[in-house]
């Protein structure tokens, strides 16, 4: 679980003030529930490329639709 | 693209075109002139009696040369009239004001272009080199067809 929170860290400094970091689960889609906009989902993605030490490709961009979804992405990555 | 042909790709037209001419543009930022003219229909109710440019106004002059003439450059040709252009966020701060006929320079630099994302530092001088205003300007430029 330990991804999930570095993850959770990085979302939730993006998070408008309706939703509560408590909100981020795995299930959690990033623009529809978590009311993040696509402009502030490339600041995740660039945050996301810091911390993990990885490099996201538009591919994964268009793919990374919730929380678990990165991470699937970064474990594939830092793998 | 050199910066004749960006300034023909803007999508702006009066009176909403803050942009007169690019003098520098490359990957790693721009920099361009406008010259507010004294009867820009804004002087006469900003502020009434005393005809100051907005701040908006400022930043949008910032955005059009800093940023989206920026993108336009970056993405190479590929600007067209089906691409997509959208101001994301904008932070500002604004030193000095601006008066009816006074010339300013933009300049800009690339904090990053990923995933469709400009975002910019931008800085205003007017033409005693005085630091007008600066901030930092983000906007999306989609040049797919979608």
Redesign the interface.
């Known amino acids: 679980m330990e991804n999930f929170e570095r993850l959770k860290e990085i979302v939730t400094q993006y998070l408008p003030d309706d939703v509560d970091a408590n909100q981020i689960k795995m299930e959690s889609n990033f623009t529809q529930e978590l009311n993040i906009?696509?402009?502030n989902l490339?600041d995740i993605?660039?945050d996301v490329e810091d911390t993990f030490d990885i490099q996201l490709e538009?591919e994964d961009?268009d793919g990374m639709q919730t929380v678990s979804d990165a991470l699937k992405i970064i474990e594939n990555k830092v793998a | 693209m050199n910066t004749d042909e960006i300034i023909q790709s803007l999508p702006y037209s009066e009176p909403f075109l803050f942009v007169d001419e690019l003098l520098e543009v490359d990957a790693e930022g721009a920099k361009g002139v406008y010259t507010f003219r004294s009867d820009m229909p804004f002087y006469e109710g900003h502020f009434k009696g005393n005809p100051i440019t907005p701040g908006v106004i400022l930043t949008e002059c910032c955005a059009q040369i800093g940023l989206v003439c920026l993108g336009i450059y970056l993405v190479d040709g590929q600007f067209d009239q089906n691409s997509k252009i959208a101001l994301t966020s904008s932070e500002m701060e604004f030193l000095l004001p601006v008066f009816p006929g006074e010339k300013v320079i933009v300049t800009s630099k690339k904090v990053y272009f990923r995933f469709h994302k400009l975002k910019c530092s931008v800085k205003m001088f007017n033409e005693k080199g005085e630091l007008v205003c600066r901030g930092t300007i983000s906007g999306i430029i989609n040049s797919d067809d979608a």
């Open positions: 906009n696509s402009a490339v993605v660039l538009n961009m």
